[in-house]
C-alpha cells in the first residue's frame, strides 16, 4: 500500500480548534472522524493513500418483491446480462360492494389498464402479453420473492396480445373513457368477463368473498429480441390501473355501462421476474455464473429485479496497524470509489440513480454500516452523472474494523429498489484496464502515545 504523507507533528490541540472552526456548520466532517480517540497532548502525521488492496466479485440476488412500489412487466434482451422477463401476480377487489349486472346483461369487452410511471430501454420493441387466471390463493401475509410462482389456470385470456410500450404519451381517448395518464390497455377475454358477470351479487359484497371466486392474474411478457424494455406499474393506482368491465343491457344497447374491479395496499401482488444470464456476455458469464471470482478485478455487475450485486473486501484493514509501535492510526476519511464503465452513459442501459451499500455477518446477512446513520447527505450512494462514479463514506466502519471492533467480512453494493426498478450498471474493478478504477481512498493519520 502506497502512501503520501501529507502532514508532520502538527499538535492535536491546535489542529482540532481550526477543524471545529472550519466545520462549525456541518454536522460531521470526514476530516474528524476518529479524532476524539485520542487525546489533545499527542502529536499526529496525516497521510493519504488509494492503493489499498480491493478484491470484488459479483453474484446472484434475490430479493422480496411482495406489495412494493411498482409492478414489472416486459422483456429484455441485454447483450451484457441475457434474457430477463418481468411480469406480475395480483389479486383485485370489487370497487363498489354488491354489485348487480341487471337481469338481461351483455358483455362489450373486458379490459386490463395499466399505469405506466416508468421504463428501462428500447420501448419501440414490440411486446407479447400473457395474462394467466390464478388457480391458488395469494396472501398479504406470505413473503414473496422475485423467483416465487404461483399456480394458474392454462388459458391465456390475453391471448398473446402485442402492444409497444408508450410511457411519454399522456393522453388516451377509448370510447367514452378519457384517460390522462400513459397506460398499457390489454384486452381479456370474453369468457373471463363473462365469468364475472355471472358471479352473484353476495360475492361482490365483501372482498374476500370476491377473491374466493376470482383468485387474480399473473401478468408476463415473452422474450424479445435485442433490446427490449420492462415498464414499472403502478399496481395500486385505482384512478389508471383497472380491471375494466364494459357491459350493457340488452334492452338499452345504446346505454353502455362500465364496471371496474382494482387492487390496494390490503391486496397482495409481487413481482416475478426469470432471468437466463445463459445469453450474456463471456466474462459475466464466467464470473456470476461460473464463479470465476478473479475476473471481478477488471468488471463486476449489478442488476435489479433479483439480478446481481457485488460483493466488495478490503483484506488486509486488520494488518494496517501490524507495523505501529506506541501509537495508534485513525482513519479522518475514507471513500469508496465506484465508476461506471463506459455503458453508463449508453441511451438505452442508463446508470441507476441511488445505490446501497451494507455490511456482512459472519453468516451472510447484511446490516447497516455505521456511516450510514450519518444521513445520505454524507454516507453518499448517489450516481452523479459528470463524473460518472458512485461514492460511499466508510470512515466509521473502517476504523472499527482496523480498531478489531468490527468483523471484516466484506461489504454489498447493490441498486436501490431492485425489488420494483428494472436497471443495470457495468463497473470498472480496482485493476480494469482504465484511468478510472474501483478503489477505497484513506486520509488516516498516525497518533503518538
Known amino acids: 500500500m502506497k502512501t503520501h504523507h501529507s502532514t508532520a507533528r502538527i499538535p492535536l490541540a491546535l489542529m482540532i480548534g481550526l477543524l471545529v472552526l472550519a466545520f462549525a456548520s456541518c454536522r460531521k466532517s470526514p476530516d474528524t472522524i476518529g479524532n476524539n480517540l485520542i487525546s489533545d497532548d499527542n502529536y499526529f502525521e496525516v497521510y493519504k493513500t488509494d492503493t489499498a488492496e480491493v478484491i470484488c466479485y459479483s453474484y446472484l440476488d434475490t430479493v422480496s418483491t411482495g406489495n412494493v412500489l411498482n409492478g414489472l412487466l416486459g422483456s429484455m434482451n441485454d447483450p451484457v446480462f441475457g434474457h430477463s422477463e418481468a411480469g406480475f401476480y395480483t389479486q383485485f377487489r370489487p370497487s363498489v360492494a354488491g354489485q348487480s349486472y341487471g337481469s338481461n346483461p351483455v358483455l362489450d369487452s373486458l379490459v386490463l389498464q395499466l399505469s405506466l410511471t416508468n421504463y428501462y430501454g428500447d420501448t419501440t420493441v414490440m411486446q407479447t402479453v400473457h395474462a394467466f387466471e390464478l388457480s391458488d390463493t395469494l396472501s398479504v401475509l406470505s413473503t414473496y420473492y422475485n423467483t416465487s410462482e404461483v399456480a394458474t389456470y392454462n388459458v391465456d385470456h390475453a391471448n398473446g396480445y402485442q402492444f409497444r410500450p408508450r410511457p411519454n404519451t399522456k393522453m388516451h381517448i377509448y370510447g367514452t373513457d378519457t384517460v390522462r395518464q400513459a397506460v398499457i390497455r390489454i384486452p381479456l377475454s370474453q369468457e373471463l368477463g363473462n365469468y364475472l358477470m355471472s358471479?352473484?351479487?353476495?360475492?361482490?359484497?365483501?372482498?374476500?368473498?370476491?377473491?374466493?371466486?376470482?383468485?387474480?392474474?399473473?401478468?408476463?411478457?415473452?422474450?424479445?429480441?435485442?433490446?427490449?424494455?420492462?415498464?414499472?406499474?403502478?399496481?395500486?393506482?385505482?384512478?389508471?390501473?383497472?380491471?375494466?368491465?364494459?357491459?350493457?343491457?340488452?334492452?338499452?344497447?345504446?346505454?353502455?355501462?362500465?364496471?371496474?374491479?382494482?387492487?390496494?395496499?390490503?391486496?397482495?401482488?409481487?413481482?416475478?421476474?426469470?432471468?437466463?444470464?445463459?445469453?450474456?456476455?463471456?466474462?459475466?458469464?464466467?464470473?456470476?455464473?461460473?464463479?470465476?471470482?478473479?475476473?471481478?478485478?477488471?468488471?463486476?455487475?449489478?442488476?435489479?429485479?433479483?439480478?446481481?450485486?457485488?460483493?466488495?473486501?478490503?483484506?488486509?484493514?486488520?494488518?494496517?496497524?501490524?507495523?505501529?509501535?506506541?501509537?495508534?492510526?485513525?482513519?479522518?476519511?475514507?471513500?469508496?470509489?465506484?465508476?461506471?464503465?463506459?455503458?453508463?452513459?449508453?441511451?438505452?442501459?442508463?446508470?441507476?440513480?441511488?445505490?446501497?451499500?451494507?455490511?456482512?455477518?459472519?453468516?451472510?446477512?447484511?446490516?447497516?454500516?455505521?456511516?450510514?446513520?450519518?444521513?445520505?447527505?454524507?454516507?453518499?450512494?448517489?450516481?452523479?452523472?459528470?463524473?460518472?462514479?458512485?461514492?460511499?463514506?466508510?470512515?466509521?466502519?473502517?476504523?472499527?474494523?482496523?480498531?478489531?471492533?468490527?468483523?471484516?467480512?466484506?461489504?454489498?453494493?447493490?441498486?436501490?429498489?431492485?425489488?420494483?426498478?428494472?436497471?443495470?450498471?457495468?463497473?470498472?474493478?480496482?485493476?480494469?484496464?482504465?484511468?478510472?478504477?474501483?478503489?477505497?481512498?484513506?486520509?488516516?493519520?498516525?497518533?503518538?502515545?
Open 199 to 449: 358471479l352473484d351479487t353476495t360475492v361482490y359484497s365483501r372482498p374476500d368473498l370476491f377473491k374466493q371466486h376470482f383468485k387474480g392474474l399473473h401478468v408476463f411478457c415473452d422474450p424479445v429480441s435485442y433490446p427490449g424494455s420492462i415498464i414499472s406499474i403502478d399496481v395500486t393506482n385505482n384512478t389508471y390501473t383497472l380491471l375494466q368491465l364494459y357491459y350493457h343491457n340488452a334492452a338499452t344497447p345504446e346505454k353502455p355501462m362500465r364496471y371496474d374491479f382494482h387492487t390496494t395496499s390490503k391486496d397482495a401482488y409481487f413481482n416475478s421476474v426469470e432471468h437466463d444470464y445463459s445469453s450474456g456476455s463471456q466474462d459475466f458469464v464466467s464470473q456470476v455464473l461460473e464463479g470465476q471470482t478473479d475476473l471481478g478485478k477488471q468488471l463486476v455487475y449489478l442488476q435489479s429485479m433479483g439480478g446481481v450485486k457485488t460483493k466488495i473486501l478490503f483484506p488486509n484493514l486488520e494488518h494496517w496497524t501490524d507495523s505501529l509501535e506506541n501509537c495508534h492510526l485513525v482513519i479522518n476519511e475514507a471513500k469508496l470509489i465506484v465508476p461506471a464503465s463506459a455503458s453508463a452513459t449508453d441511451s438505452v442501459y442508463k446508470a441507476p440513480t441511488n445505490f446501497f451499500l451494507l455490511g456482512f455477518n459472519a453468516d451472510s446477512s447484511t446490516y447497516l454500516l455505521p456511516d450510514y446513520y450519518e444521513g445520505s447527505g454524507y454516507f453518499g450512494g448517489t450516481y452523479n452523472p459528470k463524473n460518472q462514479t458512485v461514492i460511499f463514506r466508510i470512515s466509521e466502519y473502517m476504523q472499527r474494523v482496523i480498531m478489531g471492533k468490527k468483523d471484516n467480512y466484506g461489504l454489498s453494493l447493490g441498486i436501490n429498489g431492485a425489488a420494483y426498478n428494472a436497471n443495470r450498471m457495468v463497473i470498472n474493478g480496482p485493476e480494469a484496464t482504465t484511468t478510472e478504477k474501483l478503489r477505497l481512498e484513506v486520509i488516516y493519520s498516525i497518533v503518538n502515545d
